[in-house]
């Protein structure tokens, strides 16, 4: 399977503890992007990475909040001391990173329940 | 005003009906545009690309108005499998950033 691939699918978490929500992107894909979907809303884009740099988190929350994409392994979009609102399905999209190719293709996600 | 709207539907249609979606933007630098689906709050998948050309595949056509910042898709001959909520999304590819926009989506039904 070349696609996006995501893991844990669902994690259940109670308040306060940490979730951890790893990326492995397409092959051949050196960008990485995490979006949100709350329920009943739509995607919301939290954070774009690179191997090893952050290009833009505007998205991100500021506090609890953290991303990488280190030069070996997947994507890790880490959130600390989780609150009921962070429930939530969390997407990772891949795109090639080669100029005039702007695609974004998305992995299954992983449903987070915080209790 | 969302960056992105769309009507929320949900479109309930026969199937081999035609349908079309309409989708407007407010951010008049955004330079790419695409149409995507979501099943069931699956992931959402890529359906196209739109161009200022206008585009067509298969059963889909996808139009681009720059001037009026309004992007379209046309389904025809709707298929059972194209129930589904259709995602207008909009990149404005500032900054040297590669964000993607969502609509919240357009619902469609097809019927027998």
């Known amino acids: 399977n070349a696609g996006v691939m995501q893991n844990p699918r669902h994690l259940v978490r109670r308040r306060g503890q940490e979730a951890r929500l790893r990326c492995s992107p397409m092959k051949g894909h050196s960008h990485v992007y995490w979006y949100r979907q709350l329920p009943e809303e739509g995607l919301k884009f939290m954070v774009y990475l690179q191997k090893e740099n952050i290009i833009d988190e505007s998205g991100m929350p500021k506090e609890r909040f953290s991303a990488e994409f280190p030069k070996e392994g997947p994507s890790i979009l880490r959130i600390q001391q989780v609150v009921r609102g962070d429930s939530a399905a969390y997407f990772c999209?891949?795109?090639?990173?080669?100029?005039?190719?702007?695609?974004?293709?998305f992995g299954p996600g992983t449903r987070l329940t915080v209790t | 005003r969302k960056e992105v709207e769309q009507d929320p539907g949900p479109f309930n249609v026969p199937e081999g009906a035609t349908v079309a979606f309409n989708c407007t933007y407010s951010?008049?630098?955004?330079?790419?545009f695409f149409w995507y689906r979501q099943d069931c709050r699956k992931e959402p998948k890529l359906l196209m690309s739109v161009y200022s050309s206008g585009n067509e595949d298969g059963r889909f056509t996808a139009q681009l108005n720059r001037a009026s910042q309004y992007i379209s898709l046309l389904i025809r001959d709707s298929k059972l499998s194209d129930s589904a909520t259709y995602l207008c999304v909009v990149n404005p590819l500032t900054g040297g950033g590669n964000k993607l926009t969502f609509g919240t989506g357009t619902q469609l039904k097809v019927e027998l």
């Open positions: 999209a891949s795109s090639p990173g080669r100029a005039g190719s702007y695609e974004q293709y």
């Open positions: 951010n008049s630098a955004s330079q790419s």
